[in-house]
Protein backbone atom coordinates (compact mmCIF):
# COMPACT_ATOMS: atom_id res chain seq x y z
CA UNK A 1 0.00 0.00 0.00
CA UNK A 2 1.39 3.64 -1.11
CA UNK A 3 0.20 5.29 2.39
CA UNK A 4 2.75 7.75 3.87
CA UNK A 5 3.85 8.49 7.73
CA UNK A 6 1.89 12.31 6.82
CA UNK A 7 -1.45 11.08 6.29
CA UNK A 8 -1.62 8.72 8.89
CA UNK A 9 -0.59 11.71 11.35
CA UNK A 10 -3.31 13.81 9.46
CA UNK A 11 -6.26 11.82 9.91
CA UNK A 12 -5.24 10.70 13.34
CA UNK A 13 -5.29 14.80 13.97
CA UNK A 14 -8.34 15.43 12.46
CA UNK A 15 -10.42 12.44 14.32
CA UNK A 16 -8.92 13.74 17.69
CA UNK A 17 -9.44 17.72 16.79
CA UNK A 18 -13.13 16.96 14.79
CA UNK A 19 -12.26 19.16 11.77
CA UNK A 20 -10.20 19.46 8.75
CA UNK A 21 -9.30 23.32 9.68
CA UNK A 22 -8.44 22.60 13.43
CA UNK A 23 -5.91 19.80 12.82
CA UNK A 24 -4.98 22.48 9.68
CA UNK A 25 -4.18 25.11 12.22
CA UNK A 26 -2.80 22.31 15.19
CA UNK A 27 -0.21 21.13 12.43
CA UNK A 28 0.25 24.04 10.54
CA UNK A 29 -1.29 22.66 7.45
CA UNK A 30 -3.79 24.32 5.06
CA UNK A 31 -7.52 22.77 5.29
CA UNK A 32 -7.33 22.07 1.74
CA UNK A 33 -4.06 20.04 2.04
CA UNK A 34 -5.89 18.11 5.25
CA UNK A 35 -8.26 17.19 2.99
CA UNK A 36 -6.11 15.95 0.61
CA UNK A 37 -4.30 13.95 3.14
CA UNK A 38 -7.01 12.26 4.25
CA UNK A 39 -8.68 11.63 0.88
CA UNK A 40 -5.65 9.89 -0.31
CA UNK A 41 -5.44 7.67 2.40
CA UNK A 42 -9.03 6.56 2.41
CA UNK A 43 -8.37 6.03 -1.58
CA UNK A 44 -5.15 3.78 -0.90
CA UNK A 45 -7.01 1.49 2.03
CA UNK A 46 -10.16 1.61 0.12
CA UNK A 47 -11.66 2.75 3.12
CA UNK A 48 -13.91 5.36 3.76
CA UNK A 49 -12.87 6.79 7.35
CA UNK A 50 -14.88 10.22 8.03
CA UNK A 51 -17.83 10.82 7.23
CA UNK A 52 -18.15 14.80 6.55
CA UNK A 53 -21.13 17.16 6.90
CA UNK A 54 -21.31 21.26 7.10
CA UNK A 55 -21.48 20.96 10.65
CA UNK A 56 -19.09 17.85 11.51
CA UNK A 57 -16.39 15.38 10.87
CA UNK A 58 -17.15 11.59 12.55
CA UNK A 59 -15.35 8.68 12.49
CA UNK A 60 -16.99 5.44 10.38
CA UNK A 61 -16.85 2.25 12.03
CA UNK A 62 -13.91 1.30 9.86
CA UNK A 63 -12.24 4.79 11.29
CA UNK A 64 -13.23 3.69 14.70
CA UNK A 65 -11.51 0.25 14.44
CA UNK A 66 -8.95 2.04 12.78
CA UNK A 67 -7.73 4.89 15.38
CA UNK A 68 -6.70 3.45 18.60
CA UNK A 69 -4.38 0.93 16.83
CA UNK A 70 -2.86 4.24 14.68
CA UNK A 71 -2.37 5.98 17.67
CA UNK A 72 -0.21 3.12 19.29
CA UNK A 73 1.66 2.46 16.65
CA UNK A 74 2.41 6.32 15.72
CA UNK A 75 2.99 6.93 19.31
CA UNK A 76 5.43 3.57 19.48
CA UNK A 77 7.03 5.03 16.27
CA UNK A 78 7.80 8.39 17.80
CA UNK A 79 9.30 6.79 20.84
CA UNK A 80 11.93 5.06 18.90
CA UNK A 81 13.16 7.84 16.84
CA UNK A 82 13.13 10.11 20.10
CA UNK A 83 15.32 7.44 21.84
CA UNK A 84 17.45 7.02 18.89
CA UNK A 85 17.96 10.72 18.88
CA UNK A 86 18.94 11.13 22.22
CA UNK A 87 21.29 7.97 21.59
CA UNK A 88 22.84 9.91 19.16
CA UNK A 89 22.68 13.39 21.19
CA UNK A 90 23.77 11.70 24.33
CA UNK A 91 26.76 9.13 22.91
CA UNK A 92 25.05 6.60 24.48
CA UNK A 93 26.62 2.91 23.34
CA UNK A 94 29.34 1.02 23.01
CA UNK A 95 32.54 1.98 20.80
CA UNK A 96 35.37 -0.64 20.03
CA UNK A 97 38.85 0.75 19.84
CA UNK A 98 41.85 -1.10 18.50
CA UNK A 99 44.97 0.42 19.71
CA UNK A 100 48.92 -1.05 19.99
CA UNK A 101 49.92 -1.32 23.44
CA UNK A 102 52.87 1.51 23.61
CA UNK A 103 49.90 4.33 22.05
CA UNK A 104 47.34 2.22 24.40
CA UNK A 105 49.74 2.80 27.57
CA UNK A 106 51.16 6.40 26.89
CA UNK A 107 47.77 7.72 25.15
CA UNK A 108 45.05 5.85 25.97
CA UNK A 109 44.40 6.73 29.57
CA UNK A 110 43.79 10.36 28.94
CA UNK A 111 41.28 9.46 26.15
CA UNK A 112 39.61 7.39 28.46
CA UNK A 113 39.43 9.88 31.16
CA UNK A 114 38.22 12.65 28.95
CA UNK A 115 35.56 10.00 27.19
CA UNK A 116 34.20 9.61 30.83
CA UNK A 117 34.10 13.04 31.82
CA UNK A 118 32.30 13.96 28.38
CA UNK A 119 30.55 11.02 27.29
CA UNK A 120 29.69 8.71 30.90
CA UNK A 121 27.07 6.88 28.92
CA UNK A 122 29.32 5.92 26.51
CA UNK A 123 31.06 1.99 27.31
CA UNK A 124 34.84 2.55 25.45
CA UNK A 125 36.00 -1.25 25.04
CA UNK A 126 39.70 -1.40 24.10
CA UNK A 127 41.40 -3.62 21.97
CA UNK A 128 45.21 -4.12 22.76
CA UNK A 129 47.18 -5.57 19.77
CA UNK A 130 50.04 -4.88 17.27
CA UNK A 131 49.66 -2.66 14.06
CA UNK A 132 48.68 -5.45 11.42
CA UNK A 133 45.82 -6.81 14.07
CA UNK A 134 44.49 -3.46 14.33
CA UNK A 135 44.65 -2.50 10.65
CA UNK A 136 42.33 -5.94 10.06
CA UNK A 137 40.05 -5.12 12.94
CA UNK A 138 38.83 -1.81 10.99
CA UNK A 139 38.66 -3.33 8.17
CA UNK A 140 36.33 -5.97 8.96
CA UNK A 141 34.63 -4.04 10.88
CA UNK A 142 35.74 -5.59 14.77
CA UNK A 143 37.01 -2.32 15.56
CA UNK A 144 35.05 0.68 14.79
CA UNK A 145 38.10 2.47 14.41
CA UNK A 146 42.04 2.69 15.24
CA UNK A 147 44.37 4.87 16.60
CA UNK A 148 47.42 3.63 15.31
CA UNK A 149 51.02 4.63 13.26
CA UNK A 150 50.25 6.05 9.96
CA UNK A 151 49.45 3.34 7.37
CA UNK A 152 50.28 3.00 4.16
CA UNK A 153 48.10 1.51 1.08
CA UNK A 154 45.14 1.54 2.20
CA UNK A 155 42.70 3.55 -0.13
CA UNK A 156 39.83 2.01 1.77
CA UNK A 157 40.92 3.71 4.63
CA UNK A 158 40.43 7.18 6.40
CA UNK A 159 43.34 8.49 8.09
CA UNK A 160 43.31 11.68 10.57
CA UNK A 161 46.07 12.90 11.98
CA UNK A 162 46.68 12.90 15.64
CA UNK A 163 49.88 14.09 16.60
CA UNK A 164 53.29 14.24 15.06
CA UNK A 165 55.91 10.95 17.34
CA UNK A 166 59.77 11.46 16.69
CA UNK A 167 62.53 8.68 16.60
CA UNK A 168 65.31 9.03 19.36
CA UNK A 169 68.17 7.30 19.57
CA UNK A 170 68.85 5.03 22.80
CA UNK A 171 72.11 4.04 24.05
CA UNK A 172 73.90 3.25 27.03
CA UNK A 173 74.84 5.60 29.55
CA UNK A 174 78.37 4.60 28.70
CA UNK A 175 78.08 4.61 25.03
CA UNK A 176 80.32 7.01 22.55
CA UNK A 177 77.09 8.78 21.49
CA UNK A 178 75.36 8.88 24.88
CA UNK A 179 77.40 12.62 25.78
CA UNK A 180 76.07 13.91 22.31
CA UNK A 181 73.85 17.02 22.62
CA UNK A 182 72.04 15.32 19.41
CA UNK A 183 73.57 12.40 16.81
CA UNK A 184 73.12 12.35 13.61
CA UNK A 185 72.02 9.29 11.54
CA UNK A 186 75.20 8.78 9.76
CA UNK A 187 76.86 8.48 13.34
CA UNK A 188 75.05 4.97 13.65
CA UNK A 189 76.94 3.27 10.65
CA UNK A 190 77.98 0.26 11.54
CA UNK A 191 76.26 -0.38 15.01
CA UNK A 192 74.39 -3.28 15.83
CA UNK A 193 70.34 -2.58 16.44
CA UNK A 194 68.23 -3.95 18.93
CA UNK A 195 64.65 -3.11 17.71
CA UNK A 196 61.23 -3.60 17.82
CA UNK A 197 60.08 -6.41 15.68
CA UNK A 198 57.84 -6.43 11.95
CA UNK A 199 54.79 -6.68 14.19
CA UNK A 200 55.41 -3.09 15.07
CA UNK A 201 53.82 0.00 13.03
CA UNK A 202 57.21 1.94 13.39
CA UNK A 203 59.62 -0.73 12.20
CA UNK A 204 58.70 -0.43 8.55
CA UNK A 205 59.36 3.20 9.01
CA UNK A 206 62.38 2.45 11.19
CA UNK A 207 63.89 0.48 8.34
CA UNK A 208 63.46 3.06 5.20
CA UNK A 209 65.36 5.69 7.54
CA UNK A 210 68.10 3.35 7.87
CA UNK A 211 67.91 2.47 4.10
CA UNK A 212 67.57 5.86 2.99
CA UNK A 213 71.17 7.15 5.04
CA UNK A 214 72.91 4.16 3.79
CA UNK A 215 73.49 2.52 7.33
CA UNK A 216 74.87 -0.55 7.64
CA UNK A 217 73.75 -1.40 10.81
CA UNK A 218 73.12 -5.01 11.73
CA UNK A 219 69.85 -5.83 13.79
CA UNK A 220 70.89 -8.22 16.48
CA UNK A 221 67.39 -8.92 18.37
CA UNK A 222 64.02 -8.21 17.28
CA UNK A 223 61.25 -7.87 20.02
CA UNK A 224 57.85 -7.20 19.90
CA UNK A 225 57.86 -4.63 23.13
CA UNK A 226 59.49 -1.61 23.81
CA UNK A 227 60.57 -2.23 26.97
CA UNK A 228 61.89 -5.83 25.58
CA UNK A 229 64.21 -3.58 23.78
CA UNK A 230 65.22 -1.24 26.14
CA UNK A 231 66.49 -3.94 28.57
CA UNK A 232 68.28 -5.36 26.07
CA UNK A 233 70.15 -2.50 24.78
CA UNK A 234 70.77 -1.83 28.84
CA UNK A 235 72.66 -5.13 28.46
CA UNK A 236 74.78 -3.91 26.03
CA UNK A 237 73.00 -5.43 23.27
CA UNK A 238 73.59 -2.46 20.90
CA UNK A 239 71.85 0.30 20.20
CA UNK A 240 68.10 1.03 19.57
CA UNK A 241 65.93 3.44 17.63
CA UNK A 242 62.60 4.24 18.96
CA UNK A 243 59.45 6.59 18.89
CA UNK A 244 59.04 8.80 22.03
CA UNK A 245 55.49 7.07 22.83
CA UNK A 246 57.56 4.25 23.49
CA UNK A 247 59.29 6.34 26.57
CA UNK A 248 60.20 6.36 29.16
CA UNK A 249 62.45 3.69 29.77
CA UNK A 250 62.22 0.83 32.39
CA UNK A 251 63.27 1.56 36.31
CA UNK A 252 66.49 0.62 37.24
CA UNK A 253 68.04 0.67 33.66
CA UNK A 254 70.81 3.17 32.72
CA UNK A 255 70.37 4.72 29.67
CA UNK A 256 70.45 7.62 27.49
CA UNK A 257 67.97 8.63 24.54
CA UNK A 258 69.37 11.11 22.15
CA UNK A 259 67.83 13.40 19.52
CA UNK A 260 68.37 11.91 15.59
CA UNK A 261 69.32 15.16 13.39
CA UNK A 262 67.83 14.98 10.59
CA UNK A 263 64.81 14.78 12.65
CA UNK A 264 62.77 11.98 11.56
CA UNK A 265 58.68 11.56 12.88
CA UNK A 266 55.59 9.02 12.41
CA UNK A 267 52.50 10.36 12.46
CA UNK A 268 50.29 8.94 15.18
CA UNK A 269 46.45 8.40 12.95
CA UNK A 270 42.94 7.43 14.29
CA UNK A 271 41.75 5.11 11.62
CA UNK A 272 38.12 4.46 10.08
CA UNK A 273 36.76 2.70 6.86
CA UNK A 274 36.16 5.34 4.08
CA UNK A 275 32.79 6.03 3.30
CA UNK A 276 31.45 3.95 6.20
CA UNK A 277 29.15 5.70 8.90
CA UNK A 278 30.57 5.65 12.37
CA UNK A 279 27.94 4.57 14.82
CA UNK A 280 26.89 7.77 17.10
CA UNK A 281 28.97 7.04 19.90
CA UNK A 282 31.81 6.56 17.68
CA UNK A 283 31.70 9.63 16.09
CA UNK A 284 31.28 11.52 19.11
CA UNK A 285 34.40 9.99 20.40
CA UNK A 286 36.22 10.29 17.33
CA UNK A 287 35.62 14.02 17.40
CA UNK A 288 36.77 13.79 20.80
CA UNK A 289 39.80 12.57 20.13
CA UNK A 290 40.52 14.78 17.41
CA UNK A 291 39.26 17.75 19.63
CA UNK A 292 42.26 16.42 22.17
CA UNK A 293 45.19 17.12 19.33
CA UNK A 294 46.94 19.64 21.38
CA UNK A 295 47.05 17.64 25.17
CA UNK A 296 47.96 14.43 23.16
CA UNK A 297 51.19 16.12 21.60
CA UNK A 298 51.99 17.59 25.41
CA UNK A 299 51.57 14.22 26.72
CA UNK A 300 54.08 13.16 23.93
CA UNK A 301 56.46 15.78 24.85
CA UNK A 302 56.38 15.05 28.52
CA UNK A 303 56.95 11.18 27.75
CA UNK A 304 60.22 12.15 26.44
CA UNK A 305 61.26 15.02 29.45
CA UNK A 306 61.03 11.62 31.62
CA UNK A 307 63.45 9.80 30.38
Not at 14 to 23: K, L, P, T
Not at 210 to 238: P, W, Y
Not at 262 to 272: F, G, K, M, N
Request: with cysteine; glycine share 6%.
Amino acid sequence: MNYTLRQLRVFRRVAEQGGFSRAGDDMGLTQPAVSRAVRELEQTLDLRLLDRTTREVVLTEAGRRLLPKLCRALDELDEVLDATRKEGGQAMGSVRVACSPTLSASLMPSIIAACRESYPQLKLHLQDQVQRLNVEAVRSGAADFGLVVEQGDCDDLEQAEVLVDDFWLVCRNDHRLATLAEAQWEQLDGEELALLDASSGSRPLIDRLLSRHRLNCQVIVELGHSHSVFKMVDAGMGLSVTPGLALPFPEGCHLTVVPLKPRASRRIVLLRRRNRTLSPAAEHLWRLVLAMKGRLQDIARGIKGQA
